[in-house]
DNA sequence: ACCGTAGTACTACAACTGGAGTGGTGTCAA
DNA sequence: TTGACACCACTCCAGTTGTAGTACTACGGT
């Protein structure tokens, strides 16, 4: 009988995204996802149907969770609308998104899963589209300077960014990192 | 007793590279790689102590294949010496890289799971360091405009875009890729 | 020309690990 | 009383590892 206590399917979700990010998609399992949220032993199984179905709610929970939350919309909308603003913003971004390691990580081996799982891709597709569209809007609608071009090679060399930061710290320092936020502003507001 | 016989060796490797984009690192196993270079069962096995082993070996040797050949370096220091000129080379990287998409894919793997493994890590950070630095120096004493920020920036900003195209192509159209290649080039360059 | 040896290819085995799935029992609340 | 769920235990199965053993090939010495 499948469960459908949604509190503890979250947990288990949040679970899964942990595993994803600490030991892998090789060690996303029932029994590990079991394991890190403290519940028995089957218990995921009665979850869900199989790993493929655990995969996709966890692509969905991820972006829930990498979402800003209300403060922080509001925050921007806020302040200055010069590219010193941009940067502080940016910057921000940035370090939220690589304090959720975790999450970030999990979203990583996510897409590389998803290589080879079109449910997953269809899911992760639409969830990042949406999401690079809302920046865009977000952007423009602030009337902070800079156009689409810019929002959307903004996200691509921060994403590449943080990924360096997570999985290789030692390749640049985390100065050279803050730098390359502000430089990457000035140049592409341009 | 462990073999030295290189030509199977490498061959062992190229094919833990295509097992690793195919399978990802849940599908790393000695009797896949086995499999995948048309040897027989425990073949592996007797070429590396484990499988450690058999992911910083990877590690060292898809940089080796990711280099360009001298024939596209000899050719990128022809021709012209302003803005389209890059965005033509920098294309041609991306085009490169792409085509690729076992070696990159398997870089990928690898990063994520250098998260869990020094040894896999030091290997990486060294040969991607050297790869950015050599970048660096290429570009400056190429004659063509751009500083050492230029280059990180595109650097970055390229690499998620090849990470959009192989994970995920929907997200991006192939025309915005291309688009996105000339802009960011135009910009970064100011 | 013959032989011994070292290195390697190939095969097979034996044991182990770890996970999936399922059924059963107890508990709680409507 | 009934339905949903938590918890637990048990079985079955698939996949991997590491190694032992045998056969082949090339080469150097005599």
Request: aromatic content about 6%.
């Given at each position: 009988m499948v469960r459908q206590n949604t509190a503890r399917r979250t947990a288990l979700i949040d679970a899964a995204i942990e595993v994803l990010a600490a030991e892998g998609a090789r060690g996303l399992?029932?029994?590990?996802?079991?394991?890190?949220a403290g519940v028995p032993t089957g218990t995921a199984s009665n979850y869900f149907a199989?790993?493929?179905?655990?995969?996709?709610?966890?692509g969905g929970r991820i972006y829930e969770r990498l979402q800003p939350d209300a403060a922080e919309v509001a925050d921007s909308r806020s302040g200055a609308r010069d590219g010193d603003r941009v940067a502080v913003l940016i910057q921000g971004v940035v370090d939220r998104v690589s304090s959720f390691k975790s999450g970030y990580l999990a979203l990583l081996e996510l897409r590389l899963e998803a290589t080879r799982r079109p449910a997953l891709r269809t899911v992760l597709t639409k969830h990042i589209r949406a999401d690079v569209d809302a920046n865009i809007r977000h952007h423009l609608a602030s009337?902070?300077?800079?156009?689409?071009?810019?929002?959307?090679?903004?996200y691509l060399a921060m994403?590449?960014?943080?990924?360096?930061?997570?999985?290789?710290p030692d390749v640049f320092g985390e100065d050279e990192m803050r730098r390359l936020v502000t430089s990457a502003v000035e140049r592409l507001l341009a």
């Open positions: 399992t029932f029994r590990a996802v079991d394991a890190q199989n790993r493929d179905d655990l995969l996709t709610q966890a009337g902070l300077p800079g156009d689409e071009d810019t929002v959307v090679l903004l994403n590449w960014l943080v990924v360096e930061r997570l999985t290789l």
